[in-house]
Nanobody
Framework: QVQLVESGGGSVQAGGSLRLSCAAS????????MGWFRQAPGKEREIVAACNWKGDNQYYTDSVKGRFTISRNNAENTVYLQMNSLTIEDTAVYYC?????????????????WGQGTQVTVSS
């Protein structure tokens, strides 16, 4: 079992930055691909960013390209999402998730372990 706990969410003004962290326990994340997802009110959950087990192969949804960066520290069992130039449209609950494999995967169906989420609110 892998337990994931997100932190770093909060309220920020448009144009600001936040860094989300996802700490894992129970098992090493070293062999898992990781993803960040988000769900805004009234919308379906969508993938934001993902990376393979090494962190050197990454995926970003179009709306966050150039603004968000996913990274990981396998030694510390932690995954990060640096979010810059935030907009109101980025307001959502953000979830980290661990895939059942190590290869990069942008499909939510491939992610088996999920955190409880952290709220990000961007205001104008």
């Amino acid at each position: 079992q892998v337990q994931l706990v997100e932190s770093g969410g909060g309220s920020v003004q448009a144009g600001g930055s936040l860094r989300l962290s996802c700490a894992a326990s129970g098992r090493t994340l070293r062999w898992y691909a990781m993803g960040w997802f988000r769900q805004a009110p009234g919308k379906e959950r969508e993938i934001v960013a993902a990376c393979n087990w090494k962190g050197d192969n990454q995926y970003y949804t179009d709306s966050v390209k150039g603004r968000f960066t996913i990274s990981r520290n396998n030694a510390e069992n932690t995954v990060y999402l640096q979010m810059n130039s935030l907009t109101i449209e980025d307001t959502a609950v953000y979830y980290c998730a661990a895939s059942v494999g190590g290869a990069l995967d942008a499909s939510a169906a491939s992610y088996y372990y999920w955190g409880q989420g952290t709220q990000v609110t961007v205001s104008s």
